[in-house]
Every structure is written in C-alpha cells, then in structure tokens.
C-alpha cells in the first residue's frame, strides 16, 4: 500500500473511473442555447451526487447496464429531439479528507484484508466503495513485498490469482520466508495508466486487498471510463420515434464506413465522432444476428480465424457475445486493438480498420488512450446537444418512458430498443 500514501494528493485529477473523481479542465464543443452545466444548482443542487448514487447501486447489480445506459444515450440522442431524459455518472466531487498522508495511513487496512474488511476501514473516514476503487489504482506503480501476499501463495495458489502469475511468483517468492518484491502492476509497473485494473481483470492483481476487488460483487462493476461534465437543461420530446426514424440515423451493423458517415452526417458528426463514438463498444454485448453475415456462409476475410472459429461455437449456443474480447466490463481502448487484431464482430465496426480515412483515428486511439477519452467525451458531449429541447419547448415527463396525462399522440413508445438487432456503429 506504499504506493497509495505518496499518490493521494495527484488522485483529485487522475482517476479514470466513471464513479470517481470528476476533473475539471477538459475539451467540450460550443453549449447550445439553453443548457448550461449548472441548469440545476438552485433546484436541484444534489442532482450529481443523486443520480451516482442510483447508478451505482443500479450498477453493482447488473453490469451490463453501464453499456444499455450508453445505448439509450445513442438512440436519445440520434433518432431525433428529445427521448427520455438520460443522465450519465457524473462522480463524486474530490474529498478534502485526501489532504494528508497520515490522516489516511492511520486508517489504511492490510494488503490481505477482504472487501468488507477495506470498507470498513475505509468507512471510518468516510471513504465510499468509489473511493476504495480509485484509491486502490495507486498499486499502478510501486511494488509489493512478499510478505504482503503469501497468504496468496502458500500453502497453495489462491483460487482468484491466474496460475501462470502464481508460478512467476513463486519463482520471486520460492518460500513463505522470502523477503523478495516484486512489481505491483505487472503491464506497465513504472507509468500511472489504468492498467492495474486490467490485471485484476486477469486475476493478476498481487494483495487479497487488490483481487478480491475484482471478486466482491460491490466492487466489480465499476467499469472506468472518463468523467466529463454534462451539458444539462435537456427537455423530453412530446413524440416517440417510429422504427424507421430510428433506422434512418442508427444505421445497421453491416454497414461500411461509407454509408457510416453518410448517415452521421446527416446530424453533422464526422470521421472523427465516427471512430470515437464507436468506441462504446469497449463494453456491452452484441447479437449474433448483428454479425452472422461474417460467419455464415463462410469466414469474412477481415476476420481473423481464431477469433471466427471460436465465434461459430458461441453463437449457435449463446446468441449474444461480448463485443471486446480484451477487457469486456472495462471502459478502456481495447477495442481499437481488438479492430486492428481484426477481432471485432461487426462489419461497422471492424470496417474502420479498413477504411483510408478512419484507419489512422484508430491507431491514434489503439496506443493513445488518453487521445481517445478526450475524443469520446468531445464527441458525446456534441452528440448530447443534436436538436435538444430547452427552455419551454417538449416536456419534463413524470414519467421517463411516457408522455404526461394530455399530451396528444400515443402514449407509450412503440419502438423497442432492440429494434430490428441492428443499428449503429456504436449503439448495438
Ligand atoms: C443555466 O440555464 C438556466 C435556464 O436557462 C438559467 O436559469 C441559468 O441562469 C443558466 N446558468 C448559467 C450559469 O448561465
Ligand atoms: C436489481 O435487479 C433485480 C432483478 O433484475 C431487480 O428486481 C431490482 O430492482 C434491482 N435492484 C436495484 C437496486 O436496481
Ligand atoms: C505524520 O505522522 C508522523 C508520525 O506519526 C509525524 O511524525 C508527522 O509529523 C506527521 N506529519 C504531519 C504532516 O502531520
Ligand atoms: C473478510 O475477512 C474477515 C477477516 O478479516 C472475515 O471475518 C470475513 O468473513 C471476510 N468476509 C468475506 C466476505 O470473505
Ligand atoms: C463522517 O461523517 C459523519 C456524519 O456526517 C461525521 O459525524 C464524522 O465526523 C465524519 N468522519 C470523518 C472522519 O470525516
Ligand atoms: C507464512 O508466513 C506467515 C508469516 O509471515 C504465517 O503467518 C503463515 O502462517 C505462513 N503460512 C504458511 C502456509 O506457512
Ligand atoms: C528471491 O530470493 C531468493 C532467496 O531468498 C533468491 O534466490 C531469488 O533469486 C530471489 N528472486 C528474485 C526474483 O529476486
Ligand atoms: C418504413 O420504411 C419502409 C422501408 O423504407 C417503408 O416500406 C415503410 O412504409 C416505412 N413505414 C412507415 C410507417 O413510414
Ligand atoms: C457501402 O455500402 C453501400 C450500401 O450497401 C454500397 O452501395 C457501397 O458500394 C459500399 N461502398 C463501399 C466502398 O464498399
Ligand atoms: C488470430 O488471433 C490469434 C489469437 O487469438 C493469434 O494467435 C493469431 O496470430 C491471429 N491470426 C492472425 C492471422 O492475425
Ligand atoms: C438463443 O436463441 C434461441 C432461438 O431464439 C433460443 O431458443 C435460445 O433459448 C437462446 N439461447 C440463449 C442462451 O438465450
Ligand atoms: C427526468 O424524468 C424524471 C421522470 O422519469 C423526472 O422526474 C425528472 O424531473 C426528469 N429530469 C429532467 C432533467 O428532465
């Protein structure tokens, strides 16, 4: 835990989770007229702390709603003014009581506690399940001590720890006596990046008090991403789209990078919102029938053959497959080195990789995570403000999947989400 007390104070601005630290200076178009991001400050002062609060329980108790989240925002957003109103995890702000090394070390539990056991400790000072979360990502660099983590080494391997990184350990710690260390990140040990949570996705994290993270059902959902800030003041439209609305600007999953950008464009988003936004598929499923004309009658040639062999097992079976198969619960840009590995389901997806004009984005993002967050949140941003209803224009409905009492027209939506098992590049 060394590595945390020297890393508090750089912790305000350097989470890359979504439930965590909100950072201020960033890149966003030009606001509307209409929403600004402090629509709610005298009417509803608490409304970021209320909605995290609601994401996250929502969260931890199904992960897949972090990606079903993101897709309603593409269908809000896209098919035309106003849907239901969406909000997305806005984190808390950054506590003062990080101000002092020795006010948290006095409260910092052992590497070989458990979750509940870290809460706890963390809960004396009013530390949250999010802070245990980002503060651990201090173990992306430092290094650790056998002693810390040989209760995971002997007698035997602990269940959660990848067997290929508990043979390596035991070369580094051959006795429960060794007094060896060894790095605590295992990808990149000297760079602070998110990649520790990408070992404990690989059950490669070194302490208890970093594994059981990815083991306790409170902690695990938390799938990272950037924080940004939204433009709020968004009003709820008074008509539901028609499923050919919805095909109109969502185009399908086969489609090429041509008809991709002919169709962003009709909402004046480019190349650039095209590869960016298309990067949501970092987590989510896709549908076999969204990507069975790569796989049936044959092999598409961009796909690569390990990656088809084991796809023509999962379908018939499953139906429905992660779309990235490197981190599939992680916001991260994996997917942009699953495009160019040509191990992405989708032809509107893998297609970028192909195409003069988007290949290169995708490199930039592939090695530049950073570059690619700052993309996202630029181009969500603009996607949020597309045709918006502000000031006394649509409703606020009372209800988010209906019209109020009185509204003329159906009342309820017709469309549903999984409209067709098509859709956008980055909304499927
Ligand atoms: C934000 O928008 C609301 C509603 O239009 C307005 O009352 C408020 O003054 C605006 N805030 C800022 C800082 O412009
Ligand atoms: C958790 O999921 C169950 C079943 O999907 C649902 O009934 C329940 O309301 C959910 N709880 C929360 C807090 O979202
Ligand atoms: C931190 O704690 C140590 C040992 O208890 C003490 O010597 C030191 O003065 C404290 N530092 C601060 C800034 O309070
Ligand atoms: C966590 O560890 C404590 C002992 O430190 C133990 O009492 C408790 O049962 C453990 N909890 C879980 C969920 O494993
Ligand atoms: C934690 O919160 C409680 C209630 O708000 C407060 O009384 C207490 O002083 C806080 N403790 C710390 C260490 O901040
Ligand atoms: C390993 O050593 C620790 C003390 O460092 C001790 O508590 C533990 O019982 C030992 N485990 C085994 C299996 O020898
Ligand atoms: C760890 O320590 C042992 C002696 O206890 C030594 O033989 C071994 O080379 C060390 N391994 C590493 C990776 O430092
Ligand atoms: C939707 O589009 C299809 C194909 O373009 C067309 O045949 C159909 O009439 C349209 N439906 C409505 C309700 O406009
Ligand atoms: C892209 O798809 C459209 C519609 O399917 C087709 O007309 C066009 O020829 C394709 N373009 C390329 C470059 O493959
Ligand atoms: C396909 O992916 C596998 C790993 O899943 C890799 O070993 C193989 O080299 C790849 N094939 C090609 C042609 O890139
Ligand atoms: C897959 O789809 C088929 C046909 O719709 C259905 O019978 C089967 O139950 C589905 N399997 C799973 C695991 O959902
Ligand atoms: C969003 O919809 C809910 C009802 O589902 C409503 O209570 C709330 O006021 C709406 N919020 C905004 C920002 O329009």
């Not at 959902?221 to 439209?237: H, T």
């Not at 429905?320 to 590995?341: A, C, E, G, S």
Request: overall charge positive.
């Amino acid at each position: 835990m060394a590595a945390i007390k020297t890393l508090l104070l750089i912790f305000s601005c350097s989470s890359l989770l979504i439930l965590s630290s909100v950072c201020e200076a960033q890149t966003a178009p030009p606001l509307v007229k209409g929403l600004n991001y402090t629509f709610y400050k005298t009417t509803c002062p608490n409304l970021e702390s209320i909605i995290t609060k609601q994401l996250k329980s929502a969260f931890s108790n199904n992960s897949g709603l972090a990606a079903g989240l993101l897709r309603l925002h593409f269908h809000d957003c896209f098919v035309q003014s106003g849907g239901p109103n969406y909000s997305v995890p806005l984190g808390r702000r950054d506590s003062a009581t990080f101000a002092t090394a020795n006010a948290t070390t006095k409260f910092l539990p052992s590497p070989k506690s458990n979750v509940s056991d870290l809460l706890a400790a963390l809960a004396l000072n009013n530390l949250t399940v999010n802070d245990l979360v980002a503060l651990s990502g201090g173990h992306t660099i430092g290094i650790g001590h056998c002693a810390s983590f040989n209760n995971r080494l002997f007698p035997s391997r602990d269940s959660t720890m990848d067997p290929t990184f508990f043979n390596n350990l035991r070369l580094t710690c051959p006795t429960n006596q060794t007094v060896n260390t060894t790095n605590l990140d295992v990808r990149t040990p000297n760079t602070f990046d998110n990649k520790y949570y990408v070992d404990l996705v690989n059950r490669q994290g070194l302490f208890t008090s970093d594994q059981d993270m990815f083991v306790d059902s409170r902690t695990k959902p938390i799938s990272g991403g950037p924080n940004y800030k939204v433009p709020l003041g968004r009003r709820d439209g008074t008509t539901f789209a028609t499923v050919n609305d919805t095909l109109k600007f969502l185009p399908s999953p086969i489609s090429n990078v041509t008809t991709l950008l002919s169709a962003l464009a009709l909402n004046n988003l480019d190349v650039n919102d095209l590869v960016a936004l298309s990067g949501g598929h970092t987590i989510g499923i896709g549908h076999c029938t969204s990507f069975e004309n790569r796989l049936f009658p044959t092999r598409d040639s961009n796909m690569n053959q390990t990656f088809f062999k084991n796809l023509r097992l999962t379908c018939p079976v499953l139906n429905t497959t992660n779309h990235d198969l490197r981190t599939p619960n992680i916001f991260d840009n994996k997917y942009y080195v699953d495009l160019m590995n040509r191990q992405e389901l989708f032809t509107s997806d893998q297609g970028l990789n192909n195409d003069s004009r988007t290949k290169p984005i995708v490199l930039g993002f592939a090695i530049n995570q950073s570059l690619f967050f700052e993309k996202f949140v630029f181009s969500m941003v603009k996607m949020g403000m597309l045709n918006v209803l502000t000031g006394t224009s649509g409703q606020i409905r009372a209800n988010c999947s209906a019209k109020n009492p009185g509204t003329v027209g159906d009342a309820w939506s017709v469309v549903d989400l999984e409209v067709g098992s098509g859709g956008s590049a980055a909304a499927y």
